[in-house]
């Protein structure tokens, strides 16, 4: 299987991949874990964070930053261009797309409810907007709505790189060898891979079921699961969201170039 432009990641065989839960904006875990994450890693490594790093926690920007950082980091002490960290989209970062959208929205009161409802506030408040502005502009008319999500975007992109990480999300990742896709939620064990959609972000209560392997691939792991009921690994599934942002912490596992669980670490 080949990588889909702009949507699959395709990842080296024959090397660890490291794969990072859900973050929903938890800053101090996320430089805690980054710092046991240091003293493990090892060249040739590959890292992927399973999307969900905005949403819900109090310091969505600073957790922006620290992604940035390690990024420059791990190059700058591998020399590589990069490759090697894969970042996805989870349901915060397509919500987050969805309210800098809101204006072509056909019930845009009810699509802001529910962003609301589903944890965007923290992101809205990281790039200086509040919610309760969303719904006087959007009792104002189009043109004040627009003008309010115009200026999230253009305080996004003030924060050097917080746009362009945004602009690079993949929406899945897999081992070229077949060991690994990895997703941010899950995955419809009926649809085929290219056909799976917003299922990658929002899951999909056939993950927990899964059985066999899914489309040749050996393991699904995924970073988000709505129960955060910790880490499991089974023989063809792993979870690893251990309900950070939630009163739970950031969990971090190393896939070995067999396929097996190696190395997990938590902040």
Not at 138 to 161: K, N
Request: overall charge negative; some cysteine.
């Amino acid at each position: 299987m080949t990588a889909t432009q702009n949507i699959f990641a395709s990842l080296r065989a024959n090397t660890r991949v490291w794969a990072v839960a859900a973050i929903h904006g938890q800053v101090d875990r996320l430089r805690a874990l980054h710092d046991k994450l240091s003293g493990e890693l090892a060249l040739g490594d590959q890292i992927v964070y399973l999307g969900n790093f905005l949403g819900h926690g109090p310091a969505v920007r600073e957790t922006v930053e620290e992604l940035l950082l390690f990024r420059r980091a791990v190059m700058a002490r591998t020399c590589e261009d990069g490759a090697s960290l894969v970042y996805l989209r989870g349901q915060q970062e397509e919500m987050w797309q969805k309210l800098l959208q809101l204006q072509f929205a056909p019930n845009p009161s009810e699509v802001l409810q529910w962003l609301a409802d589903n944890g965007i506030e923290a992101t809205v408040n990281a790039y200086g907007g509040r919610l309760r502005e969303g719904f006087t502009y959007i009792r104002d008319g189009v043109l004040p709505l627009t003008r309010w999500t115009s200026s999230l975007r253009q305080s996004m992109r003030q924060h050097d790189g917080h746009t362009q990480l945004m602009s690079v999300l993949r929406h899945a990742a897999y081992t070229e060898d077949g060991r690994l896709l990895l997703v941010s939620a899950g995955i419809d064990p009926r649809r085929p891979l290219e056909d799976q959609g917003d299922a990658f972000w929002w899951g999909s209560g056939g993950f927990v079921e899964l059985a066999e392997s899914y489309s040749g691939f050996g393991c699904v792991v995924r970073g988000f699961d709505r129960a955060h009921s910790g880490p499991a690994f089974g023989s063809v599934s792993a979870t690893l969201d251990a309900g950070c942002g939630f009163g739970g912490p950031l969990v971090a596992a190393a896939f070995d170039p067999d396929g097996s669980v190696g190395t997990v670490i938590e902040a």
